[in-house]
């Protein structure tokens, strides 16, 4: 009779518990992939309770299972913080209340994943909350359940201009196109691109230039992956013939300029899609690429080659100002050998291929050997063209080179150094 | 107050100009005491922008109206085997854009905001034979995967004895910034410090290992307000890499990194989830995940063949890389090689990426295809073709169809060159095709893009004079439904030195027509003229000077709407040494 009676009180007390606590549960459909979100935007879940009766503390136990009932995760109440309850007051809880992460015991694959991502699998879940009692968890509100799809976004990869590249400057001053993937998978409104450029300026690296410049192009663009800019700049070499240093020789392919780009994207709310990258602001992994001379390669021409130092003796040291007596005996070809004298004369052009170091080495191969080129690339002058071994350049402060190298000398193999003058030129060359 | 630490430093760079003279005399034999080189300057650039009518701010600055910049970068050898390089770039305007720092207006950043922005830098790197001192702001690459493109001030070394590699470095990446309404708007930052350590052992063309260490921490009590989506985080990071060169050309070379992340530190410690102690501590908001590269390859001087691999866990984030994008699986086979007597050179590379590896039901695949094929058939006569392949495909998930998209570019680049005792010429004609597709998710309808461009180009090189003109024209039409865009560039360039060339004299002159489907077209002219003047053997001075006129059609309203937009940038460099 004492069990009946039990049950008998359960059965009408319940409902009137129930009764006395009325809650409402809103998710949104498509929360952010990465739970750590959903703590710090309200709009993800809500949770509302109203409590009629007399004031009490209730835990919050929350439920996440996938559609057919595969157990995802449910909070552990022996760890939870009880709610205070008040009468006649309405509580609102969001997410970072209704399923903290420290609470919240996630169970196998989503575990897993959980851990090395901070996201659980795409896919359908139901979560489901409800109020019980703190000592003997007995529920003391109805469960709510709803169901939501998670989605984990991935920012755009940019596609063209790809990282380093080179683009060509004449026809960079017309249009440079610009394309890269959607957010995937596509949201179900429009998202908005922000195509961003900056210009790298001298003795900036890329990210250091996205970080402090001002952009050149800031052009928002929705429902297409593709943007066609007119720079409107004026593309001109940077560098010049008579630099300062080595490093400014590497440099010499023409480049008109540099520049970084990337893509920031927003949702419908204009909210940085904040879920793909580390600093939640819809900032995609940047590329450089460069404006320069894939059309035409400001190289130079020959106006003279001579030897200012030979090492005659062999003593490892160069004698100075050798120009003069050996002028008329530095006669070689590329090998170092001996040139007859008439050779020189059936060299029809007068231009020269200076080797060149690159600026990008996945365009250009490190320590291509360009004087492959020069073979027909003779001298105009009457002077020598020796150009065998070359070993490395430097600037001279009169505009030319010089370079270090081996040449046959009365017909002795000796060191040399060799200074070329030039005269900058476009030419084309083999890339 | 001055130590008496910097009294011999100060008494030693006032004593330089005179040590630099010194050291011209010197003989070639022997080695100079003292030895300067590099360069110190100073630009000022003035951005000019006039829109009509008035009221109408269709065209926004695209610069700063007035910018300083000053470089100081000198190196000081003394001896054989100290040097003490500088590296000192800095402007007077903070212009941020991307980051906390687009908050800062001029005047208002602090001074360890000025030294630590981004735009400027304050590094010094004395060196003593094989150790290396780092001090001020450092961009340091470890590794691929573990810190490289992120520039922290603070203070380190480098060392290699023989063959071993120890380096350490420690500083701020970013300062506290307080959440700002604006304009312009900023969420803040909390002041960001990093760490970063390398061991290792290597030989140069043989081989090398390293271990890496690298951590970010933000500092909780680094800001007074701060948006409430921006959280302190803190990353741990470390990686193996190594490399192996091997006989006739090979070489293979390898790196495995863990990351492990806090992104919310805010957050309660977690037992649950594995710490490394005492580098971090886990929370309830810490993800560890993995990323891995490799690749295998031969070079040689005419022929270069490699592979590639890349993954990125999902949840792999490194202090070091902070744009880097996870939940990516690359492989790539790369090629080139020379061929009939190097008049030939073909490069080419194939490769697919997948994203989202981590969601089986929204893996997207990217494939990527690349080749560039130029032939020198004779002394007047080359040509370049080139195609690039590129397609991006993704399941739909909640629509309908999933993404599809598809580009296919195709160039064509015949040249020809002629000469005679006193010209050469060359003319150079290229032609590109693009076609890009899209699919439509909702609907499945495709969109086509279609691209041609024609480029002639004139390049008369007088060898017998100083002036160096070229010429080109170009259309470029791009197509799609209820779209048309058509372009067309006239320009010319000339260049010719000046005062027994000393001075060098640059100007181009360009014409763009461009109109959009059935609009009024606009129309553009841009003018650069510049001058770089070699004032005497060390000191020059170089000025560049661009106008840009644009007048819309009626595409825009208000109808006829005109900006003119003006650049003028002059500087002075000294360099040092001989």
């Known amino acids: 009779m004492k069990k009946y009676l039990i049950i008998l009180t359960l059965l009408i007390a319940g409902p009137m518990a129930f009764a006395q606590v009325n809650v409402n549960l809103v998710v949104s459909n498509n929360p952010p992939g990465t739970l750590i979100e959903w703590g710090t935007k309200k709009e993800v879940l809500t949770y509302v309770v109203v409590n009629q009766g007399q004031p009490r503390q209730a835990l919050i136990k929350t439920t996440i299972t996938l559609t057919d009932g595969t157990p995802v995760a449910a909070t552990n109440l022996s760890a939870a913080r009880p709610i205070t309850l008040e009468r006649g007051v309405t509580t609102i809880l969001y997410a970072i209340d209704v399923m903290p992460l420290q609470t919240m015991v996630f169970v196998g694959k989503f575990k897993n994943t959980l851990e090395k991502t901070g996201k659980l699998p795409a896919g359908t879940y139901q979560i489901c909350v409800q109020l019980v009692n703190p000592v003997d968890l007995l529920p003391v509100s109805e469960q709510r359940c709803r169901i939501f799809s998670l989605a984990a976004f991935q920012l755009p990869i940019l596609v063209l201009p790809a990282d380093e590249d080179v683009l060509d400057m004449i026809m960079a001053k017309t249009a440079i196109t610009f394309r890269w993937t959607p957010v995937t998978p596509r949201p179900g409104l429009p ?181 492959n080129n020069q073979q027909k690339a003779g001298v105009s002058t009457s002077r020598s063209n020796i150009r065998t071994h070359i070993n490395g350049f430097n600037l001279n402060s009169d505009g030319g080179y010089t370079g270090t190298g081996d040449a046959v000398i009365n017909g002795r193999v000796v060191a040399v150094k060799i200074r070329y003058r030039v005269k900058p030129l476009a030419i084309k060359v083999m890339k | ?233 803190e990353g741990f990071t470390m990686s193996v890499v190594s490399k192996v060169f091997l006989g006739g050309g090979w070489y293979v070379q390898g790196e495995g990194a863990q990351s492990i992340y806090t992104k919310d530190m805010t957050l309660p410690f977690d037992t649950s989830v594995a710490s490394f102690k005492p580098f971090i501590e886990s929370r309830t908001s810490t993800v560890r995940d993995y990323a891995a590269e490799g690749g295998v390859g031969r070079r040689s001087k005419d022929y270069d063949i490699g592979v590639k691999v890349k993954y990125i866990g999902a949840g792999f984030q490194t202090p070091g890389y902070p744009f880097m994008l996870p939940d990516r699986l ?52 080359n040509l370049n073709l080139s195609f690039n392949n590129f397609g991006f495909q993704a399941p739909g998930g909640i629509n309908p169809y999933g993404i599809k998209n598809v580009s296919n570019d195709l160039g064509i680049n015949p040249s020809f060159t002629w000469s005679n005792d006193k010209v050469m010429h060359l003319i150079s004609v290229s032609y590109n095709y693009s076609k890009y597709d899209e699919r439509d998710v909702l609907t499945g309808l495709v969109t086509s893009n279609n691209t041609h461009t024609a480029l002639l180009t004139y390049v008369p090189t007088f060898l ?83 106008s840009n006129r644009f007048k819309y059609g009626n595409e825009i309203t208000p109808n006829n709407a005109n900006y003119l937009e003006s650049i003028i940038r002059t500087g002075f460099q000294y360099r040092f040494g001989k």
């Not at chain 1, 780009?261 to 995609?284: A, E, H, K, L, R």
């Not at chain 2, 690359?330 to 090689?337: Q, S, V």
């Not at chain 2, 006239?490 to 360009?510: D, E, F, T, W």
């Open chain 2, 1 to 233: 107050m001055i130590s008496r630490a910097t009294i011999p430093l100060l008494t030693l760079i006032l004593l330089l100009p005179g040590w630099g003279r010194a050291q011209d005399t010197m003989t070639k034999k022997k080695p100079a005491p003292f030895s300067i080189s590099g360069v110190a300057g100073v630009t000022y650039e003035h951005y000019g922008l006039n829109r009509e009518p008035d009221g109408w701010y269709g065209f926004t600055a695209r610069k700063p109206w007035n910018q300083v910049r000053f470089n100081f970068s000198p190196t000081m050898q003394f001896g054989k085997d100290f040097s003490l390089p500088f590296n000192f770039n800095f402007a007077l305007k903070p212009v941020n854009y991307a980051g906390p720092y687009s908050g800062i207006q001029s005047g208002k950043q602090s001074f360890g905001q000025f030294v630590t922005n981004p735009m400027n830098s304050f590094g010094i790197n004395p060196k003593y034979k094989w150790a290396e001192l780092q001090l001020g702001t450092q961009y340091l690459n470890y590794s691929d995967l573990s810190t490289g493109d992120i520039g922290v001030f603070g203070v380190g070394f480098d060392l290699h004895p023989k063959e071993y590699v120890f380096k350490f470095f420690t500083g701020l990446s970013q300062q506290g910034i307080n959440f700002f309404t604006g304009p312009p708007a900023t969420t803040g930052a909390y002041k960001r410090k990093n760490w970063m350590f390398q061991v290792g052992k290597e030989r140069e063309g043989s081989y090398e290992v390293k271990f890496n260490l690298v951590k970010g921490k933000d500092d909780l009590g680094s800001v007074d307000t701060i948006f409430p989506t921006i959280k302190p985080q």
């Open chain 1, 191 to 371: 998202v908005k691109y922000r195509v961003l450029v900056f210009e790298i300026l001298e003795n900036q690296n890329p990210l250091q230039a996205m970080r402090s410049n001002k952009p050149l192009l800031s052009k928002d663009v929705i429902g297409t992956t593709q943007y066609i800019w007119q720079p409107q700049l004026a593309f001109m070499p940077l560098q010049v013939l008579d630099g300062n240093d080595e490093s400014q020789f590497q440099n010499l392919p023409a480049i008109a300029g540099r520049f970084v780009w990337t893509v920031q994207s927003f949702d419908n709310n204009d909210v940085p899609f904040g879920d793909g990258n580390i600093n939640g602001d819809g900032i995609s992994e940047p590329y450089s690429f460069v404006v320069g001379d894939k059309q035409f390669t400001l190289t130079h021409r020959l106006l003279e080659s001579s030897v200012v130092d030979a090492d005659l003796d062999g003593d490892g040291n160069f004698e100075t100002n050798m120009s003069k007596e050996l002028a008329h005996q530095l006669i070689v070809d590329n090998k170092g050998e001996p040139e007859e004298p008439q050779m020189k004369a059936g060299v029809s052009t007068s231009r020269s291929n200076i080797p060149r170091a690159s600026h990008d080495k996945n365009k250009f191969q490190e320590g291509q050997d360009t004087t």
């Open chain 2, 330 to 381: 690359d492989y790539t086979l790369n090629t080139r090689f020379n061929a009939w007597k190097n008049k030939m050179n073909v490069v080419a590379s194939i490769g697919q990426r997948v994203n989202n590896v981590s969601n089986t039901t929204l893996k997207a695949k990217q494939f990527i295809g690349n080749i560039n094929w130029f032939t020198q058939f004779n002394d007047h006569w």
């Open chain 2, 464 to 546: 017998t004079k100083d002036v160096s003109p070229d010429f080109s024209v170009m259309y470029f039409n791009n197509s799609m439904s209820l779209f048309k865009l058509t372009l067309i560039t006239i320009s010319s360039g000339l260049s010719m030195p000046a005062m027994k060339n000393k001075m060098n004299l640059r100007g181009q002159l360009q014409y763009n027509y461009s109109k959009t489907n059935s609009f009024k077209n606009n129309n553009n002219i841009i003018a650069s003229c510049n001058v770089d003047w070699k004032v005497t053997k060390k000191f020059s001075w170089s000025t560049f000077v661009s």
